[in-house]
């Protein structure tokens, strides 16, 4: 019984002193895992894996651009909205403008509810170097929705800012100043930040350093770089897109109806939006990663990838769907499928614009999908890109995930202001739905018939283990 009683207590000393040493025992195991986890798929979006693919026109040169190169290049994993993004998508990044204008003016005419409370003790204990200066920032709650129906005097009075003065109002309706619709962001410009010149220079002790390269800021000035903050450009655009563009791109054609009705009402919630230029496109992207961001930071979750334009690379990859030398999209070299019937939006034979189903745009998803899920690649509305265009881009970029930018200012000639657009459209011939076909439009102006798609860069470089399990 004694020796039962020694044994035990020798066994649970050794149970013990094994639960007490759960260090690494001097070897090297990293600090973390990243075994369980995993990044979930994002809501309307598809994923599109790694891959080589011949990026160029498979056909004949037809307007004779004389850009019609051809170069393999790999692609790095991303996420592709599967649709353009549509009328009712955009709305919310109108509407969420509106509220945090509207908010502002309520927090000015003392409606406190609409004022964040920040809890100064608790940011003091999780930041030592906390500016108390940030107690008197105001920030918008928005748990609390903008009443626009409230009858209350005082509460009208502060929103009144942001509606039409009445000589301005058509048939006498009260109805918000889409003028006074501006957004403000900013974002990071991490090409000027990887320059050597703009890098930070350490002392030989390592006890201090300093910047000594230039920016160029968002105005076109070259300042001398202070500190991180040099790199953070700060943007101001107003949201609202051009409604009028039903009219302004088509001289002497009936297109009224559609500018009085095609982005605001519900009917046309999903169609694509289209009157929106690059830097609106830009700016829905950089909000997008917003919205997305401030809800990760409530649940302390890990901070994915940001939303932003897909690159021209990046389009024509997906837009092929895995099929390398396919003319078009949906893979064959025809416009028509086994039934006679034609499988995109786009201007058929002579003009005849409504043997497809539509005269300008239509629903999206209307026709199938491509190999990879990603519906209207070509046809319905022509998509922005984030690349600069240039007829010869393809033989300076490098062949893994090319990329051609330039930043083009409001003061630079129009040459450089254009933006590769990518898919053709409702109004295009069949040459402009092949998925090598280029063109560009310029980054400051708005048509009918160009919208856009957001992608998001995967969690990685490599996703052979995701590919294999999903395809």
């Known amino acids: 019984m004694r020796k039962l009683s020694y044994l035990s207590i020798f066994f649970a000393a050794m149970v013990f002193a094994s639960c007490s040493n759960t260090g690494p025992q001097g070897e090297l195991i990293g ?31 037809v307007p004779f651009a004389y850009n019609a190169q051809s170069k393999t290049v790999s692609i790095d994993p991303f996420w592709m909205d599967e649709t353009e993004i549509t009328n009712s998508e955009y709305k919310q990044f109108v509407r969420w ?30 930041d030592p170097e906390y500016d108390h200066e940030d107690a008197n920032t105001c920030y918008l709650n928005w748990d609390i929705p903008v009443e626009w129906d409230r009858a209350e005097e005082e509460y009208q009075a502060a929103l009144n800012e942001l509606y039409l003065k009445k000589e301005e109002r058509f048939y006498k309706q009260k109805e918000l100043d889409s003028r006074k619709l501006v957004y403000e962001y900013e974002w990071v410009d991490l090409k000027q930040a990887a320059k050597r010149s703009n890098r930070y220079d350490f002392n030989d002790d390592f006890t201090g350093g300093e910047y000594k390269g230039n920016v160029v800021n968002e105005r076109g000035e070259i300042v001398p770089i202070k500190d991180r903050s040099s790199f953070i450009m700060h943007g101001k655009i107003n949201v609202y897109p051009d409604t009028l563009v039903w009219m302004s791109d088509y001289t002497y054609s009936f297109n009224e109806p559609l500018a009085r009705s095609y982005y605001w009402h519900t009917a046309y919630n999903d169609y694509p939006v289209v009157g929106v230029n690059w830097l609106q496109a830009n700016a829905f ?25 897909p690159t021209e690379a990046e389009w024509e990859y ?31 034979l002579r003009g005849n614009y409504g043997d497809d189903g539509g005269n300008r745009t ?24 984030s690349d600069a265009f240039d007829e010869s881009a393809y033989s300076f970029t490098h062949d893994l995930n090319p990329d051609y930018r330039y930043n083009a200012l409001a003061s630079d000639p129009p040459a450089l202001k254009r933006k590769v657009i990518r898919g053709g459209s409702w109004k295009d011939v069949a040459y402009y739905m092949q998925c090598g076909a280029r063109t ?20 990685g470089s490599d996703a052979m283990d995701w590919d294999s399990k999903n395809f």
């Open 362 to 385: 239509l629903q999206v998803m209307r026709y199938a999908p491509n190999e990879f899920g990603l519906y209207d690649m070509a046809g319905n509305v022509a998509e922005w890109t």
């Open 31 to 61: 600090v973390g895992s990243s075994e369980d986890w995993y990044e979930p798929d994002p809501y309307g979006m598809v994923f599109i894996p790694q891959g080589s693919y011949n990026m160029g026109i498979n056909d004949q040169d």
């Open 97 to 126: 403008v509106t509220d945090s204008l509207a908010k502002r003016l309520l927090i000015a005419a003392d409606f406190e509810e609409y004022k964040a409370d920040i809890d100064v003790t608790a940011k003091e204990a999780t």
């Open 285 to 309: 992207s950089i909000w997008r990663t917003q919205l997305m961001r401030d809800f990760q930071n409530k649940l302390n979750e890990p901070i994915f990838q940001d939303y932003r334009l």
């Open 318 to 348: 997906a837009s092929r769907g895995g099929l390398d030398l396919s003319m078009y999209p949906w893979g064959g070299p025809y416009t028509r499928n086994v039934h006679g019937c034609f499988i995109a939006n786009f201007k058929p």
């Open 440 to 459: 560009y439009e310029y980054q400051d102006t708005t048509k009918s018939y160009i919208g856009f798609r957001c992608v998001r860069s995967f969690m």
